[in-house]
């Protein structure tokens, strides 16, 4: 009977693991903990990270964040020439932005904390969709910060 009982539990458990939330607005804070650009030019590569950003906040699978780091890597690299510079903002989302972590910058922010990695549902995909256009109707008049 007793296991039974922890089957259940557990079962119960992993079905809890990830279940279709609410997406809320897009939001970005540019690079998050790191600068959005040199003294030349204070948001220089902040376009980069809104970008990322907007991977992050949707979510999905692992892969789908290896690709999103890998794709801040190579624009930051792009526009500022700079191999070391993108280094280390790659190693600093690889290292911060599990979904484990409760942190705004987190992996799938855009979802409640607890998501982790999975595949977008076709529901959640169109949450994005409808998301996007949504912000893409009325952007901020800055995306950036000073």
Known sequence: MKKIVSLICLLALVGCVHTSSRLSEFASDGCSLFPDGDFKDPNAWCDCCVQHDMVYWRGGSEAERVDADLALKHCVEQKTGNRPLAEIMYQGVRFGGSPYFPNWYRW???WQYGRGYAPLTDEERL??????????KNPPAKQCPD
Do not use: D, F, K, P
């Open 127 to 136: 949450q994005v969709t409808r998301r996007m256009a949504a912000y893409y």
């Open 108 to 110: 799938g922010y855009g």
